[in-house]
C-alpha cells in the first residue's frame, strides 16, 4: 500500500477512493505527485486528514477503504482539505445478497506448532492469566469491596499506589513544616514490584458497578448474566461473591446463571450477604479469610503448554486517529487472520462503529441466519439511537474529528480493519460466549470500557485495543494489550503503550510483518512473560452496558 506512495507523504487507501490521507503536515500551496497525477493543495493538509483528489460538486459522493463515507456539502476544489463543514456522514443500504465468499488465508507456517503457556480449565478454554475476582450483586457493596481490595492488594503484593502515596506524604511534611509544597518534587519512579506472595496468581479483581437494584428487571438479569461469564471466564480461578440481600439481582440469580452457562462449573465460590452478617467487620474479616484460603489453593495452578488455537483475542480502538485505519487496525486485521488460520477465535465488537461496513461482513458471514441476526442487531441497536435523537452519525468524538475522522462511515470502515479478511463464523448478542473458531462479531456499545466489558464477557482471553490518541483503558480479568498507531503517541504515552505501528507510517516495516509481531507480543503476553502496561497499572474498568443507548 505504501509503495505507491511519493516521499511518503499521501496514501490512497482503496482503488475506488477519491480521497488521498496525508501521511505528514503539507503546506498549503503545495504541489503532490501521486500516481502521475499532481496535485496543488488549496489548504493546509495535517497529518492524518485528507484531500479531495478531484474537483466535486456539492452532494457528490466521497469514498474511502473503498466503500462510501460521506456527500460534499458544497462545491470544492481539487486538493482541498475534507472538513465537517464541507462533507456530512453518508452510508450505502446494506442488506442479505446471499454473496459467495473466498478467503485466502495468510501464511501461518512460521507459527505452526507454536504454543503459549496457559491455565487449563475443566470446561476445555485455557486461560491467560490466573485471578481471584471480587463480585458484588449490587452497588451497595462497592465501598465494603474497596476496603478488602486496600487490605489485599497492599498485604499481598499487588498494589501499584506507593510512588504517589510517598509523594502526598512529602507534601504532608513539607504543609506540617510550612514548607511551600511548590518546592516539593520527589522522583516518582516507578513502584517497586513486591515479590508476591502467591506467585502464581496474577492479581485479585474487583468488578465494582453501579446496578444489581433500581433499575428495571432487565437490566438485572442482565448485570447476572454478564458477572456470571466473569465468573467463567478462563483468566478466573475463584471468586468472592459479596450480596446485600434486598436487591434485584439476587444470589440465586446469578449462581443459576452459573451454572446455566457452565452445568461443570468447579472453581471455589464464596458467598457473603451483609443482612444475614451480625455486623460489617465481621462481613469484611470473613470475606478476606476465606479469600486468602482460597488463594492457597489457585496458587497451586500452573501454566502448561497449549496451541495457539486456543488462543481468544479480541480486537478493539478507542482514541482513534486517522492513521487508526492506515496502520494499526489493518496491521492487528493481520494478527486476526493469522490467529483465525491457526484455528483460534477473534472477537470484532463496537457495533455502532461498523457502520458502513455492514455489506462486507453481511457478505463474509458463513450462513443465512448469521448475516441476519448480523442486520436485526444493527437495525434495532441504531433504531434505538434515533428514538432519542442520536443515531451511529453521532459516534465520533471532538478527538476523533480533529485528528481526521470526520464522519462515523470513516471511522467505521477503519475501524472494521482490525477483524481482518476471514469469513465471520458467529454473530453473538451482548454477553453470549464464543464457541466457535474464527471471527465472531459481538454486540457492543463503541464506548472504550463497554466494549471491552463486553468481549471479555464473550470469552476474550486477551485484548488488541489500537489507539491514536491515547488511553489507558484496561479491563479486569482480560489483558488489554496497547497498540499505538504512530511512533508520535508510543514515544509520548509509552507509561500506557505496548506496541508502535508507526513503523508502517514511516515505510519501515509492511502491515504483515507489523501483524506478526504483535503475534508474537500476544504469545508472550499469554504465556505470562510480558505485562501490558494496563495490567502493570491495574486498569481494571469495568462498565455494563444497560443496553440502552450508548454509542
Known sequence: MLENTTKKLVVKL????????ALTDLQKGETILFENETYVLQDLIKAKHKFYMQDMTQGEEVNMYGVLVGKVQNDLAKGSLMTTENLKHAADPYAYRNASYEWNAPDV??????????????DGRVGTANYWLFVPTVFCENRNLDVIKEALHKQLGYAVTDKYNQFTHELLEGYLN???INDINIELNPTPKNKRVFENVDGIKFLNHQGGCGGTRQDASTLSALLASYANH????GITLLSLGCQHLQVQDFVNDVKRQNPDFDKPLFIFEQQQTESEEVLITNAI?????????INKYERSDAPLSDLCIGVKCGGSDGFSGVSANPAVGYTSDLV????????LAEFPELCGAEQNLIDRCITEDKAKKFIDLMESYDELAHKVGSGFHMNPSPGNIKDGLITDAIKSAGAAKKGGTSPVVDVLDYTELVTKPGLSLVCTPGNDVEATTGKAASGA????????????????????????????????????IDIDCGPIISGE????EMGEEILEYCIKAASGEIIPKAVQLNQDDFIPWKRGVSL
Do not use: W
Not at 109 to 122: A, C, L, Q, V
Not at 340 to 347: E, F
Open 289 to 297: 479469610k476465606k479469600t486468602f484460603e482460597g488463594l492457597i489453593e
Open 509 to 512: 516495516k509492511s502491515i504483515e
Open 340 to 347: 483465525v488460520a491457526l484455528g483460534g477465535k477473534i472477537l
Open 234 to 237: 478462563p483468566n478466573v480461578g
Open 461 to 496: 482471553t486477551l485484548i488488541l485495543f489500537t489507539t491514536g490518541l491515547g488511553t489507558p483503558t484496561g479491563n479486569p480479568v482480560c489483558p488489554v494489550i496497547k497498540v499505538a498507531t504512530n511512533s508520535v503517541l508510543a514515544t509520548r504515552m509509552k507509561d500506557i
Open 14 to 21: 482503496h482503488p475506488d477512493d477519491n480521497v488521498l490521507v
Open 109 to 122: 507456517s512460521k507459527f505452526e506448532n507454536r504454543t503459549f503457556k496457559g491455565y487449563k480449565r475443566k
Open 178 to 180: 510550612g514548607n511551600d
